[in-house]
Nanobody, 120 residues
Framework: QVQLVESGGGLVQPGGSLRLSCAAS????????MGWYRQLPGKQRELVAT????????NYARSFEGRFSISRDSAKSTVYLQMNKLQTEDTAVYYC?????????????WGRGTQVTVSS
């Protein structure tokens, strides 16, 4: 099994920055990629960015390119999301996910989410 624990959320003023962290534990060798989704109030969950653990290849949803940056520490099975120039519209719950691949099946694992609130 794989478990994910997010941290780094909180309250930030418009224009500010936050860095989210997501640490994986358990059978981390089975993880191909990790990343972040977010869910705004009353909206569906949407992709922010993903990154492969082995090669560190990032993939961004277009609306986040240039403002958000994803990185990873493969030795720690941890991914980070650096969020800059935050706006009130970025207020959401941010969820970490892992793409797990085993001999039997491929599946996603989700963290519990971390709240990011952008407000003055």
């Amino acid at each position: 099994q794989v478990q994910l624990v997010e941290s780094g959320g909180g309250l930030v003023q418009p224009g500010g920055s936050l860095r989210l962290s997501c640490a994986a534990s358990g059978r981390t060798y089975s993880i191909d990629a990790m990343g972040w989704y977010r869910q705004l109030p009353g909206k569906q969950r949407e992709l922010v960015a993903t990154i492969t653990l082995t090669h560190g290849t990032p993939n961004y949803a277009r609306s986040f390119e240039g403002r958000f940056s994803i990185s990873r520490d493969s030795a720690k099975s941890t991914v980070y999301l650096q969020m800059n120039k935050l706006q009130t519209e970025d207020t959401a719950v941010y969820y970490c996910h892992a793409e797990v691949s085993t001999d039997d099946r491929d599946y996603l694992v989700w963290g519990r989410g971390t709240q990011v609130t952008v407000s003055s």
